[in-house]
């Protein structure tokens, strides 16, 4: 089992920046990949951007891909999502998720394929 806290969610203004942290803990040696997601009320789950521990390699969404960076510390077990330029639009839930498996395409980007979630934190944007 792997167990994902995640927390830095809160309350910014539009164009203000957060970094989210997700600490993973457990069988992390397991997982392949780290993910994040986010959900807005009323809204399908949709994938943020993804990390692979061992090299490093980063896949993002196109809709945030100049304005979020994933990063991860190995040795603390955590991954890091920066988010930069913040819109209302990026209001949500904000998941960290881990896959088992190493993918490649669109099957990076699908919720479905990510065996561990945490229990989310909020981000909220105010205009």
Known sequence: QV?????GGGLVQAGGSLRLSCAAS????????????RQA????REFVARITWSAG???????????V?????NAK??????????KPE?????????DQFGRTGAQRMRASNYVY???????????
């Open 3 to 7: 167990q994902l806290v995640e927390s």
């Open 117 to 127: 979630w945490g229990q989310g934190t909020q981000v909220t944007v105010s205009s």
């Open 41 to 44: 009320p009323g809204k399908e």
């Open 26 to 37: 457990g069988r992390i040696s397991s997982t392949y990949a780290m993910g994040w997601f």
């Open 90 to 98: 990026d209001a949500a839930v904000y998941y960290c998720a881990a």
């Open 57 to 67: 390699s980063t896949y993002y969404a196109d809709l945030v891909k100049d304005r």
């Open 77 to 86: 077990n955590t991954v890091l999502l920066q988010m930069n330029m913040l």
């Open 69 to 73: 960076t994933i990063s991860r510390d």
